[in-house]
């Protein structure tokens, strides 16, 4: 009895020391990690010594005391939660044999179930240590578990028709993989996934911190010429070069895109899903509701709508009393503050919380926003093709008491928070943008936010599950994030900052991710650099520059084109010196890349009417105007095996050292980073500032947004003021009629002429061809 017990001394001993050595080494590696043991019991004692276990081992222990009335569903309820909580690496039951069901104990996750052993004939102390000893191995695995996973993409096979059938046609013939699938190959963990059916799903920020420590990726920025109503397809060209990365060079690489507007969808211009043989799939879910992103924008917005004007009707109809009454009421006899009316107090420079001890004084100070109707900023959107919404009159019920005033509506996605879902990187950073947002002035000319609205909490709440990208993919199996879609002319036009970082770890150190930008590179690409880059903090390795024959013809001086009419001969018939002509676009937009310090490849994106003459001395003008390369792009026709030969070139140029930097200082004057962006970027004399437009800027910098960055509003047909004129104009004054600003998602957006954030619809919509078949629920005519 003696030398078996002095061997199970030894063994206790040895275990212990394993344990101790073990926890050790983890925490060296991954100093935040706390191994967790939980023990689910129905009363406090415990056989396990807790202490001990603590003390001695250094495991945290989690103790779960359930009523010993209890039932076998509140215990595996309890189980189920200890399961998903990634702190806890160890579950152990110490409960009367009765509720030692089948069912309980097929609750608990194998990789943390601590109890597959018999102890009866050894100690307690022993039963503890063993235990231990399997919590600190389930904390290795679930280590391992974190750590980044190579990538085991499966591509689909495609096999392009000739000739191309329809965008729609092209991807009902795919047959996508199922997301969790996918994810599983790029290395998601099954918690980090969310989904939404079995084509797409979000994906947790969690992420961002499982991957922190892991380098980056390439980054490759899509930008484009002057935009043409002949379109250049820079979708098209971000979806073909990820397939040809991913399913033909077999390198790691993520494209990360715009969700659209339905508006377009319906209106004139189409989807975004890209088109041809690179398309992201499903493209009519890509294209609709998706995952409901800008509806929760929609529902926000219109929130702090109703809360402005229904402020303005309760602070002109009643007393401060009255206000004080209603905005602080007494619950269950009590009167308290909600936190956000706590810090209102404190911005007015109130250091009281009992709402007793506020003076007449400071009363009338908290409840009076005071804000003028004729000064409030904030529009209310839908996600519609509305052009009878452009000036309305709200208000004019009896019961709003003839508090009537002028507004309009804007499109869903002209919307401030659209703009902080693109630059937000996290639920903390997106609800203090949130709250920063103005919406207009009191009568002191004092900026009003959300925050003094009171409504900030509700904005993130409904905006909870939209920070979080969409994952889907493209024909040949290769992973999109869809995220986020500023308008480019108000806004910046970029995807995400959050979907660009998650893409950025997930493709490891040798990988690519591929961003668009929208409109040409004088505006989407500008702001990418100057505002997306700047909150970011990221730098881009590479621009890849799409440019179409057709469109460089318009440049060039070709007659105008209508859509539902012929194209003039121009456009079909070889015209090299059309071409010459418009490839001074071409080459003013690799100079304003250059400016960046970041390398361009241009990529040509051929159409059947294109000749290779003119082929060729398109790509011979770009690499002559300082592209790194310029490649002809078949991605529309072969899908990603077309654009293999502008992977090759976008590795190559990738893997050089840039000089990237930022055009201005944030530190200059609003006017000093205007003009530059004028000068150098638009190719502008000077500027012009209206008397509105001054009046503004001593204001803003009165109120200490003069260091925000400059968001242009202007045409994006051109590279001036004025839609008409195409090239590279010269000689002309850019005139700033206005200047407003966005503090939540934080820049100045100086207006160039008249901007419209409301698009009408046609004459004829796109929607005369959709349609949905009943028996098969297929939708019809959606491009």
């Keep these: 009895m003696v030398k078996c017990a002095i061997c199970v001394h030894l063994i206790y001993s040895d275990i212990v020391q394993k344990c101790r050595d073990e926890l050790k080494a983890i925490r060296e590696t ?16 415990c056989y396990i ?3 001990f276990v603590s003390t001695q081992i250094g495991l945290n222990v989690m103790q779960i005391c359930l009523p010993r009335q209890c039932t076998e569903d509140e215990v595996i309820d309890e189980i189920l939660r200890l399961n998903e909580d990634s702190r806890v690496h160890g579950i152990f039951l110490h409960l009367p044999q009765s509720f030692l069901s089948r069912s ?6 194998p990789q943390k179930d601590v109890d597959g052993c018999h102890f009866e004939v050894f100690t307690e102390m022993f039963v503890a ?9 389930s904390s290795r695995r679930w280590i391992q578990e974190q750590q980044y996973q190579p990538w085991r993409l499966r591509p689909l096979k495609l096999q392009p028709l000739s000739p191309v059938p329809s965008d729609i046609e092209i991807s009902r013939a795919q047959t996508p993989k199922p997301i969790s699938q996918l994810a599983q190959e790029i290395g998601l963990l099954p918690e980090e996934l969310e989904a939404y059916g079995n084509t797409k799903a979000k994906v947790h920020l ?18 484009g010429i002057t935009p043409t109503p002949l379109g250049e397809g820079k979708s098209t060209v971000t979806t073909g070069l990820v397939q040809a990365l991913s399913a033909h060079l077999k390198l790691n690489s993520f494209a990360c895109l715009r969700q659209p507007s339905q508006g377009p969808t319906f209106g004139v211009k189409g989807g975004a899903a890209g088109g041809g043989y690179a398309q992201v799939i499903p493209m009519e879910e890509f294209n609709l509701h998706l995952t409901g992103d800008i509806h929760a924008i929609t529902a926000a917005n219109n929130l702090v709508a109703a809360a402005i004007d229904a402020r303005i009707l309760h602070e002109s109809t009643q007393s401060d009393k009255a206000l004080y009454r209603r905005l602080v009421p007494s619950v269950n006899g009590v009167r308290c503050f909600s936190p956000i009316q706590m810090a209102r107090l404190q911005r007015l420079g109130i250091n009281k919380s009992d709402p007793s001890d506020l003076t007449p004084e400071e009363v009338r100070a908290f409840v009076r926003l005071d804000l003028d109707p004729e000064k409030v900023t904030w529009q209310r959107v839908v996600d519609t093709n509305d052009r009878f919404l452009r000036k309305i009159t709200v208000g004019q019920a009896n019961t709003e008491k003839g508090h009537a005033r002028q507004t309009q509506f804007d499109i869903a996605v002209a919307s401030e928070i659209m703009a902080i879902l693109a630059l937000t990187d996290g639920l903390a950073d997106m609800r203090a943008r949130l709250g920063r947002m103005v919406v207009g002035s009191n009568r002191n000319g004092q900026p009003i936010t959300a925050d003094d609205l009171g409504v900030t909490g509700a904005l993130a709440v409904l905006m909870k599950d939209a920070i979080k990208p969409t994952l889907m993919q493209t024909l040949e199996g290769t992973p999109v994030f869809v ?8 806004a910046h036009g970029n995807s995400s900052v959050l979907a660009d970082k998650l893409a950025l770890k997930l493709v490891g150190e040798e990988g690519f991710v591929v961003t668009e930008a929208g409109f040409g590179a004088d505006i989407g690409m500008e702001k990418f650099f100057n505002i997306k880059c ?51 676009n071409l080459k003013k937009q690799i100079q304003i890349a250059h400016l960046f310090g970041v390398p361009v490849v241009v990529a040509l994106n051929v159409f059947k009417t294109d000749t290779q003459a003119e082929i ?9 105007s300082g592209a790194s390369a310029a490649v002809q792009c078949h991605h529309w026709s072969r899908g990603g095996r077309g654009s293999v030969e502008l992977a090759q070139a976008v590795k190559k140029v990738a893997s050089q050292k840039n000089n990237f930097q930022f055009l201005y200082n944030l530190q200059d004057s609003i006017v000093e980073k205007i003009r530059t962006i004028a000068q150098k970027v638009y190719g502008a004399d000077d500027i012009e500032l209206s008397p509105e437009a001054q009046a503004k800027i001593d204001y803003y910098n009165q109120q200490g947004f003069g260091a925000l960055p400059i968001c242009m509003a202007k045409t994006h047909l051109s590279l001036s003021h004025m839609p008409e004129k195409k090239g590279v104009p010269t000689g002309f004054i850019l005139p700033i009629r206005d200047i407003r600003a966005s503090i939540g998602a934080g820049f100045i957006y100086p207006l160039v002429g008249t901007m419209s954030t409301m698009p009408g619809l046609p004459t004829r919509p796109c929607f005369y061809d959709i349609d949905l078949d009943p028996v098969t629920e297929e939708i019809k005519g959606l491009f």
Excluded at 104 to 109: S, Y
Excluded at 129 to 137: G, L, S
């Design 30 to 45: 991954n100093p935040d990690l706390k191994p967790t043991l939980a023990i689910i019991q129905v009363c406090l004692c």
């Design 49 to 51: 010594p807790a202490d």
């Design 104 to 109: 309980v104990r097929n609750a608990i996750k």
């Design 129 to 137: 240590v063993v235990i231990c000893q399997h919590v600190v191995r």
């Design 206 to 223: 969690s992420l961002l911190n499982r991957l922190q420590h892991q380098p980056n990726g390439k980054y490759v920025l899509v930008a």
């Design 483 to 490: 995220h986020a879609g500023p308008f480019a002319n108000i």
């Design 534 to 584: 700047r909150t970011s903090g990221l730098k881009p390795d590479v621009v890849v520059l799409v440019a179409t024959v057709r469109a460089l013809k318009m440049h060039g001086g070709g007659p105008n084109v209508t859509a539902g009419v012929p194209l003039p001969k121009e456009y079909i018939n070889e015209n090299l010196q059309l071409v010459a002509d418009g490839c001074s």
């Design 616 to 624: 060729e001395l398109v790509c011979r003008i770009a690499e002559a």
